[in-house]
C-alpha cells in the first residue's frame, strides 16, 4: 500500500511566522503534489516537484514556497503565514502517469 | 465559470439505495478521470480512474464517461453506512498534466 505521511495533523501558528509542513512518501514516487483544500473550491494546487531539486508553481503558488533535496521527502513553506492561508493542505505523490496518492492532510490555522 | 462543476450536496440516502453522483466540465481536451472517497478528517482515496469515454465497473462501483457530453458519473449500488463521505471527481488532460478537481458531494447512508 501507498503511504504517504504528512507531519503534523493540526496546527496552530500565528501570523507572520514561518511555517513548514512535511510531506514523506514511501513508494519511490517521482513526483510530489501540495494541495490546499478549501470548502466550496475543491482542491487547488499550490506547487509541485516532478522529481528531486525540481519545482513548479501551480495554480495558487503565491505566499508559498517548495523544497525537494530528497526524492522521499517535499516541503512546504509559508514564508511568512497569513490567516488567509488557514485551511486544510494535502500533499499528494504518484509514479510518473499515474493517478495521484494522497496523505491524510494537515489542517493548518493561523492566528 | 468553474472548470468541473459537481453539486455539493449533501446527499442522503437509505442503506441499499443506489447513490448517484455526476460532475460536468467545459475543458475537451480532458480524457483522464478519476474518483476520489474522502472521509471526514481524512485525504482523499483514488475509486475509480477511467480514460475517455465508456464504463468501468468494479464491485459495488460503476463510472460512466460521455465525452460527447462532457459529463461523467458515479453509481454506488446497494449503498452502505461506510459509504458515507466526500466524493470529489478529478480529470486532466494527459497523463503529466495538472488534475482540475470539482469541489465534492457530501454523501450520508442512513442504516
Known amino acids: 500500500d501507498v503511504k504517504v505521511t504528512q507531519s503534523s495533523r493540526y496546527l496552530v501558528k500565528r501570523t507572520g511566522e514561518k511555517v513548514f509542513l512535511e510531506c514523506v512518501q514511501d513508494?519511490?514516487?517521482?513526483?510530489m503534489f501540495w494541495y490546499r483544500q478549501d470548502p466550496g473550491l475543491g482542491l487547488r494546487l499550490i506547487y509541485f516537484?516532478?522529481?528531486?531539486?525540481?519545482?513548479e508553481k501551480g495554480d495558487i503558488p503565491e505566499g508559498y514556497s517548495v523544497s525537494r533535496e530528497k526524492k522521499e521527502r517535499f516541503s512546504l513553506i509559508l514564508e511568512s503565514a497569513s490567516t488567509n492561508q488557514t485551511s486544510m493542505y494535502l500533499c499528494?505523490?504518484?509514479?510518473?502517469?499515474?493517478?495521484?496518492?494522497f496523505g491524510d492532510g494537515t489542517r493548518l490555522s493561523i492566528l | 465559470q468553474k472548470e468541473v462543476e459537481q453539486d455539493p450536496g449533501p446527499l442522503s440516502v437509505p442503506e441499499g439505495a443506489i447513490v448517484s453522483l455526476n460532475c460536468t466540465y467545459s475543458?475537451?481536451?480532458?480524457?483522464?478521470f478519476m474518483w476520489y472517497r474522502q472521509y471526514s478528517r481524512k485525504g482523499p482515496e483514488l475509486l475509480m480512474y477511467?480514460?475517455?469515454?465508456g464504463n468501468k465497473e468494479d464491485g459495488r462501483f460503476t463510472a460512466q464517461v460521455d465525452k460527447s457530453s462532457k459529463y461523467i458519473s458515479l453509481f454506488i449500488r446497494d449503498s452502505q453506512p461506510s459509504d458515507s463521505a466526500t466524493y470529489l471527481c478529478?480529470?486532466?488532460?494527459?497523463?503529466?498534466?495538472?488534475?482540475?478537481f470539482g469541489a465534492g458531494t457530501t454523501v450520508t447512508v442512513r442504516a
Open positions: 513508494m519511490d514516487h517521482e513526483n
Open positions: 499528494a505523490s504518484r509514479y510518473t502517469r499515474q493517478p495521484q496518492h
Open positions: 475543458n475537451s481536451a480532458f480524457q483522464y
Open positions: 477511467t480514460y475517455s469515454s
Open positions: 478529478a480529470m486532466s488532460a494527459g497523463h503529466d498534466y495538472k488534475l482540475s
Open positions: 516537484s516532478y522529481d528531486v531539486k525540481m519545482k
